[in-house]
């Protein structure tokens, strides 16, 4: 893989005291029964999601977009629409949930052109670790495969916004 500086793997409960998540960057997700908080990111096998930000709010933003939805808080990430449709019961796979993140220290101004070019490495280093998990396990991680891994459609939102 190129020269790209994960950290290494935080337990998800822990994620918002990752250094530099509110910089825009790549995320892998696992899931595992395995203790991994403190490894060395590597591409393992239970990385379930690989995604990536640009926006404004950096990593910290999308990690909690992510979060909102395998809570069925809200639908904010397709990605984790589709985590639900395996993991419905949040209690049940939160102590099973890791997270590393790949943050590209850079502003999110579109009139800098710095910003720009990083903002476009990070689109290229999403479609390397997509690329380098192929390579290691002959798949894409199972919920950025839409085909294989739909989102569910019985979720519905009742009237206190929670879905069910």
């Not at 290494?8 to 696992?30: D, F, H, L, T």
């Not at 839409?146 to 019985?154: G, L, V």
């Amino acid at each position: 893989m190129e020269n790209y500086r994960n950290t290494n793997w935080v337990k998800w409960e822990n994620r918002s005291k990752i250094e530099n998540i509110k910089y825009p960057g790549i995320y892998s997700i696992a899931v595992t029964d395995e203790k991994i908080e403190g490894r060395q990111f590597e591409i393992i096998n239970e990385i379930e999601y690989i995604g990536m930000t640009n926006s404004n709010g950096g990593l910290r933003s999308r990690l909690s977009q992510f979060d909102s939805t395998i809570k069925r808080i809200r639908l904010n990430h397709g990605g984790a629409h589709r985590f639900i449709g395996k993991y419905w019961n949040y209690e049940e796979v939160k102590d099973k949930l890791y997270v590393s993140i790949c943050p590209f220290e850079c502003g999110n101004n579109k009139s800098n052109t710095d910003d720009l070019i990083a903002m476009g490495e990070v689109a290229k280093a999403e479609y390397i670790f997509w690329i380098d998990y192929i390579k290691k396990h002959g798949r894409y991680p199972i919920f950025n495969d839409k085909n294989s891994s739909p989102k569910p459609n019985f979720i519905s939102v009742s009237k206190e916004g929670i879905l069910k």
